[in-house]
């Protein structure tokens, strides 16, 4: 052999020889070069060779050819030897003597077998049979022989076994089958025939085994497996099956969702591969103490789900023991206690609180039967809770209250699920005392179950009897708003105020839309609880002298009293909108709620309360009906305006995140000079749909919304750091003029916010100028005159514009260092009209001059304004004239002091 042998098969009775025959090929060499295995038949042939990596195949059998070819097809590297030439069996004939073949000896040993068992040749027919298995068939062993089964019965399984048997001749293997049939008496039985080929292929022989009984305990045995899973599965625990290492065997839908795993990915992996480290190392040596003891063992643990979430644990770990009583494993229950945990807690605060309220509080039954009472009560009624416990609630009842009145309460009990109201009680002594009584019913729907509180607050002395009252008669019992009653007399006295003050009032009416569907769906209780909330979310709306209250069952009222403008009561409109964003909590279910607002206003929509509150409804209804916007004046035009407000409000405030403001800029020239002494800073927006817009388009709607002083204080760095730029470029500019609005001279911290920008910039007091108008000046509060007083000390020029010869003002122009006075267009287009203006222009000229102040004006673009320039020349005193040239950009102011860089 020239290839080497390594692992052979060898198919034959003679394994001695081969044993042999191999040694002598390896005399020389070790006898484990090569390994042997031997089959005696070739059932398996085929199988084993497919499972085993054979280079050499001996066969002393006789093999078909149709086996030789599939061998050849199936494993051609296979070196194969044959050694039987008569490759293909014979067929023989029934002419064989049976009796020579089975003899006695061999028959009887047959009919000594107990299970039934046949011989047959290639021609089905049977050549013996023991009378088991002729009794199958009803017939003797004699009626059998030489006779097929197609011949013997017309069963169902005859063309079944025509099928077969033919086919064990030809490949050789043995033969399981399993068959349900029914015998004489109508009994069903499984039956599993063994088939295989015997005397050298010539003959088949079977064996039937009856697995009725066996396949009756596997169907229970499987039955009782499929339900103690779904026992297992339906329990909430978490239960699993670990080996003695440990290991995971198997686990429930629980276990499988805490794990987020399914059961056939965890199968033989540990804890360790699921929790966080120190709560593995935890559960593996409880395993194993469990194992050791061999005891069952219970302790609390905390374990993290798949999600991060941490849990309490009652883990209950139990030995798994075979017959003798040895641990092969455990089972571990997990019970998750951490809402269990939180409800116990719940219920302890819940008790501390009902045992130590300073309230007398009973709990019944539906029945009225008490099942609970705290101490206060027990000590404020007179009886033990021994006692209590064992009566009913109207032993508390007083003579003092007819039956219908206690009647009219269980109606209103069972209507609406709570009362309060007024009432006497009788004490255990008989005394007759007075108390708030608050009865509230608590549904336990799960149990279909109902339970009563009952809290009485004491009202013997009168001083808590008239707050009492006194609440009732203002305050709704249900939110603590004001009531109906309540809000009619504090509107009445708004309005005779807001007439002697000449001053506005606003009422806003909220209603809650859809109000009736939610008590009908969550019945009053759920209602009672969105009222609560609402009247919560709409104190966060309240300033000042603003009054909230509860107008009817699902409407409120907001009175706002000394109304600026209109645009604050659109402002709490939208802040009332904005309370209802967010979703409600109804037992437990989130729910969206929406709201209907209706504004009316004195003294446009009504000068007296029962007209506002009219009106208020009526604009409520057309929201309500309109859904466009998210409130509605009465008087529509004031609805459609706002709206625009709140429009440009929000883009005015995108502006200032954008940067879309900016200056432009207006030269003021020195006539006796004829150079640029400033420039004044004007105010543009440049909006991305509407182009640049003038302030008078935009500030009023900023001084509203709070926009102007970062609107001042943008135009003010803005203003240096171009200052900055033109002072390193050495343009000759003079100063940059500002104008200062009226609020942001009131703010405490205008210096220290003026010294940051001239820090961050770098910009010098010098180079910039404020312009104050004149009638910020004729009203100035302290806070304003200091800021400029402080701002002039700091170097900054100050210009007063509009001038006018007022003395209130004048006394303040030499006491603030005022530099310019500003004389507006309109005088000086008038002054060659009317002589009495000349006459003020000229005293402003002498006034100006006397003080040693200049005096500007705007533009210098016609005859009337350079007639006024000529009461200016520098000859006519120390004041001089400055006028201003067309508004530029800051790119075209830049290129304007270029051009005019050495003049």
């Given at each position: 052999?020239?290839?080497?042998?390594?692992?052979?098969?060898?198919?034959?009775?003679?394994?001695?020889?081969?044993?042999?025959?191999?040694?002598?090929?390896?005399?020389?060499?070790?006898?484990?070069?090569?390994?042997?295995?031997?089959?005696?038949?070739?059932?398996?042939?085929?199988?084993?060779?497919?499972?085993?990596?054979?280079?050499?195949?001996?066969?002393?059998?006789?093999?078909?050819?149709?086996?030789?070819?599939?061998?050849?097809?199936?494993?051609?590297?296979?070196?194969?030897?044959?050694?039987?030439?008569?490759?293909?069996?014979?067929?023989?004939?029934?002419?064989?003597?049976?009796?020579?073949?089975?003899?006695?000896?061999?028959?009887?040993?047959?009919?000594?077998?107990?299970?039934?068992?046949?011989?047959?040749?290639?021609?089905?027919?049977?050549?013996?049979?023991?009378?088991?298995?002729?009794?199958?068939?009803?017939?003797?062993?004699?009626?059998?022989?030489?006779?097929?089964?197609?011949?013997?019965?017309?069963?169902?399984?005859?063309?079944?076994?025509?099928?077969?048997?033919?086919?064990?001749?030809?490949?050789?293997?043995?033969?399981?089958?399993?068959?349900?049939?029914?015998?004489?008496?109508?009994?069903?039985?499984d039956?599993?025939?063994?088939?295989?080929?015997?005397?050298?292929?010539?003959?088949?022989?079977?064996?039937?085994?009856?697995i009725?009984?066996?396949?009756?305990s596997?169907?229970?045995?499987?039955?009782q497996?499929?339900?103690?899973?779904?026992?297992?599965?339906?329990?909430?625990?978490?239960?699993?099956?670990?080996?003695?290492?440990?290991?995971?065997?198997?686990?429930?839908s629980?276990?499988?969702?805490?794990?987020?795993?399914?059961?056939?990915?965890?199968?033989?992996?540990?804890?360790?591969?699921?929790?966080?480290l120190?709560?593995?190392?935890?559960s593996?040596?409880?395993?194993?103490?469990?194992?050791?003891?061999?005891?069952?063992?219970?302790?609390?643990?905390?374990?993290?789900?798949?999600?991060?979430?941490?849990?309490?644990?009652?883990?209950?770990?139990?030995?798994?023991q075979?017959?003798?009583?040895?641990?092969?494993?455990?089972?571990s229950?997990?019970?998750?206690?951490?809402?269990?945990?939180?409800?116990?807690?719940?219920?302890?605060?819940?008790?501390?609180?009902?045992?130590?309220?300073?309230?007398?509080?009973?709990?019944?039954?539906?029945?009225?039967?008490?099942?609970?009472a705290?101490?206060?009560?027990c000590?404020?009624?007179?009886?033990?809770?021994?006692?209590?416990?064992?009566?009913?609630?109207?032993?508390?009842?007083?003579?003092?209250?007819?039956?219908?009145?206690?009647?009219?309460?269980?109606?209103?009990?069972?209507?609406?699920?709570?009362?309060?109201?007024?009432?006497?009680?009788?004490?255990?002594?008989?005394?007759?005392?007075?108390?708030?009584?608050?009865?509230?019913?608590?549904?336990?729907?799960?149990?279909?179950?109902?339970?009563?509180?009952?809290?009485?607050?004491?009202?013997?002395?009168?001083?808590?009897?008239?707050?009492?009252?006194?609440?009732?008669?203002?305050?709704?019992?249900?939110?603590?708003?004001?009531?109906?009653?309540?809000?009619?007399?504090?509107?009445?006295?708004?309005?005779?105020?807001?007439?002697?003050?000449?001053?506005?009032?606003?009422?806003?009416?909220?209603?809650?839309?859809?109000?009736?569907?939610?008590?009908?769906k969550?019945?009053?209780?759920?209602?009672?609880?969105?009222?609560?909330?609402?009247?919560?979310?709409?104190?966060?709306?309240?300033?000042?002298?603003?009054?909230?209250?509860?107008?009817?069952?699902?409407?409120?009222?907001?009175?706002?009293?000394?109304?600026?403008?209109?645009?604050?009561?659109?402002?709490?409109?939208?802040?009332?909108?904005?309370?209802?964003?967010?979703?409600?909590?109804?037992?437990?279910?989130?729910?969206?709620?929406?709201?209907?607002?209706?504004?009316?206003?004195?003294?446009?929509?009504?000068?007296?309360?029962?007209?506002?509150?009219?009106?208020?409804?009526?604009?409520?209804?057309?929201?309500?009906?309109?859904?466009?916007?998210?409130?509605?004046?009465?008087?529509?035009?004031?609805?459609?305006?706002?709206?625009?407000?709140?429009?440009?409000?929000?883009?005015?405030?995108?502006?200032?995140?954008?940067?879309?403001?900016?200056?432009?800029?207006?030269?003021?020239?020195?006539?006796?000079?004829?150079?640029?002494?400033?420039?004044?800073?004007?105010?543009?927006?440049?909006?991305?749909?509407?182009?640049?817009?003038?302030?008078?388009?935009?500030?009023?709607?900023?001084?509203?919304?709070?926009?102007?002083?970062?609107?001042?204080w943008?135009?003010?760095?803005?203003?240096?750091?171009?200052?900055?730029?033109?002072?390193?470029?050495?343009?000759?500019?003079?100063?940059?003029?500002?104008?200062?609005?009226?609020?942001?001279?009131?703010?405490?911290?205008?210096?220290?916010?003026?010294?940051?920008?001239?820090?961050?910039?770098?910009?010098?007091?010098?180079?910039?100028?404020?312009?104050?108008?004149?009638?910020?000046?004729?009203?100035?509060?302290?806070?304003?005159?200091?800021?400029?007083?402080?701002?002039?000390?700091?170097?900054f020029?100050?210009?007063?514009?509009?001038?006018?010869?007022?003395?209130?003002?004048i006394?303040?122009?030499?006491r603030?260092?005022v530099?310019n006075?500003?004389?507006?267009?309109?005088?000086i287009?008038?002054?060659?009209?009317?002589?009495?203006?000349?006459a003020?222009?000229?005293?402003?000229?002498?006034?100006?001059?006397?003080?040693?102040?200049?005096?500007?004006?705007?533009?210098?673009?016609?005859?009337?304004?350079?007639?006024?320039?000529?009461?200016?020349?520098?000859?006519?005193?120390?004041?001089?004239?400055?006028?201003?040239?067309?508004?530029?950009?800051?790119?075209?102011?830049?290129?304007?002091?270029?051009?005019?860089?050495?003049?």
């Amino acid at each position: 052999m020239s290839d080497p042998i390594k692992n052979l098969l060898y198919l034959g009775d003679n394994i001695a020889l081969i044993d042999t025959l191999f040694n002598s090929f390896f005399t020389d060499e070790k006898t484990d070069n090569y390994h042997v295995f031997h089959l005696v038949s070739g059932v398996q042939l085929c199988l084993t060779l497919s499972e085993n990596n054979f280079s050499h195949f001996i066969s002393e059998r006789p093999l078909n050819t149709d086996i030789k070819d599939k061998i050849k097809a199936d494993f051609p590297l296979l070196k194969t030897t044959y050694l039987n030439a008569d490759d293909e069996p014979k067929e023989t004939k029934l002419s064989v003597d049976v009796e020579n073949i089975f003899t006695d000896e061999v028959k009887a040993l047959l009919e000594s077998l107990s299970i039934p068992i046949y011989f047959k040749n290639k021609q089905a027919q049977y050549l013996a049979c023991n009378h088991h298995f002729s009794k199958l068939l009803g017939l003797s062993p004699a009626q059998i022989i030489g006779k097929t089964f197609a011949e013997l019965s017309d069963s169902p399984l005859k063309d079944e076994i025509e099928k077969i048997d033919p086919q064990m001749f030809t490949d050789h293997q043995v033969g399981l089958h399993e068959y349900r049939g029914t015998n004489k008496v109508g009994e069903k039985h499984d039956l599993l025939f063994y088939n295989e080929f015997t005397a050298n292929g010539k003959m088949q022989s079977g064996l039937i085994f009856d697995i009725t009984e066996l396949n009756k305990s596997k169907y229970l045995l499987e039955k009782q497996r499929r339900i103690l899973r779904a026992t297992v599965d339906i329990s909430p625990d978490m239960i699993s099956y670990k080996d003695l290492k440990s290991r995971i065997l198997g686990g429930n839908s629980p276990f499988e969702k805490f794990v987020g795993s399914l059961e056939k990915e965890v199968l033989g992996k540990t804890v360790y591969d699921f929790f966080p480290l120190e709560q593995a190392i935890a559960s593996i040596k409880h395993d194993q103490k469990v194992i050791k003891n061999n005891k069952v063992n219970v302790q609390e643990v905390i374990s993290t789900d798949d999600d991060g979430e941490r849990h309490l644990l009652n883990m209950k770990k139990i030995p798994v023991q075979d017959k003798q009583g040895d641990v092969q494993g455990l089972i571990s229950v997990g019970r998750n206690m951490t809402e269990q945990r939180k409800t116990q807690k719940r219920f302890e605060i819940a008790d501390a609180v009902f045992e130590n309220s300073k309230e007398s509080l009973i709990v019944t039954d539906e029945d009225g039967r008490i099942i609970s009472a705290n101490d206060h009560a027990c000590i404020v009624f007179g009886y033990s809770k021994e006692q209590l416990l064992a009566q009913e609630i109207n032993i508390l009842a007083s003579e003092t209250h007819d039956g219908a009145y206690y009647k009219n309460i269980e109606q209103l009990l069972e209507a609406d699920g709570s009362w309060q109201g007024d009432i006497t009680y009788r004490t255990k002594i008989g005394d007759v005392c007075h108390a708030w009584l608050e009865a509230y019913e608590v549904q336990h729907t799960q149990e279909n179950r109902v339970e009563r509180v009952y809290s009485y607050t004491d009202l013997t002395h009168f001083q808590v009897t008239d707050k009492k009252i006194s609440f009732l008669s203002k305050q709704d019992p249900l939110t603590g708003l004001h009531n109906r009653i309540s809000l009619f007399s504090r509107l009445e006295d708004r309005l005779t105020r807001a007439n002697y003050q000449h001053s506005a009032v606003a009422v806003i009416l909220v209603d809650i839309d859809d109000f009736k569907a939610i008590n009908n769906k969550y019945g009053h209780n759920g209602g009672n609880q969105i009222l609560k909330e609402v009247a919560r979310r709409l104190k966060n709306c309240l300033y000042g002298k603003y009054t909230l209250g509860r107008f009817v069952k699902d409407q409120f009222i907001i009175i706002i009293d000394e109304l600026a403008s209109e645009h604050d009561a659109a402002t709490v409109a939208r802040q009332v909108t904005d309370q209802f964003s967010s979703a409600f909590i109804i037992e437990n279910v989130h729910k969206n709620i929406t709201a209907s607002i209706g504004i009316s206003l004195s003294p446009d929509d009504g000068i007296e309360v029962a007209p506002l509150f009219l009106n208020a409804e009526k604009a409520k209804r057309h929201s309500k009906n309109s859904k466009s916007t998210v409130y509605n004046f009465y008087t529509p035009g004031l609805t459609l305006g706002l709206n625009k407000e709140f429009e440009l409000e929000k883009e005015l405030k995108q502006a200032l995140l954008s940067d879309q403001l900016d200056l432009y800029y207006q030269p003021q020239y020195d006539l006796s000079k004829r150079q640029i002494v400033a420039l004044q800073g004007l105010l543009r927006w440049h909006h991305p749909k509407r182009g640049i817009l003038l302030p008078e388009h935009f500030l009023s709607v900023a001084e509203g919304s709070h926009l102007l002083v970062p609107i001042g204080w943008k135009m003010i760095r803005k203003a240096c750091l171009k200052a900055v730029s033109w002072e390193n470029a050495q343009f000759k500019f003079g100063r940059i003029a500002i104008d200062l609005f009226k609020i942001q001279l009131s703010q405490i911290s205008f210096i220290a916010e003026l010294q940051t920008i001239l820090k961050e910039t770098g910009c010098s007091t010098g180079q910039l100028e404020f312009l104050v108008d004149k009638a910020i000046l004729c009203d100035a509060s302290a806070d304003i005159l200091s800021n400029l007083d402080n701002a002039n000390k700091m170097g900054f020029t100050l210009t007063v514009t509009n001038f006018g010869m007022a003395e209130d003002v004048i006394d303040l122009i030499d006491r603030l260092g005022v530099a310019n006075l500003k004389i507006s267009d309109p005088q000086i287009k008038n002054a060659s009209g009317s002589l009495a203006n000349n006459a003020q222009l000229k005293s402003a000229n002498v006034f100006a001059s006397s003080l040693g102040i200049n005096i500007l004006s705007d533009t210098l673009d016609n005859a009337e304004q350079k007639e006024f320039s000529t009461f200016n020349r520098p000859d006519s005193g120390k004041a001089k004239v400055v006028v201003h040239k067309k508004v530029m950009s800051a790119s075209e102011a830049t290129f304007y002091l270029h051009c005019n860089k050495h003049r």
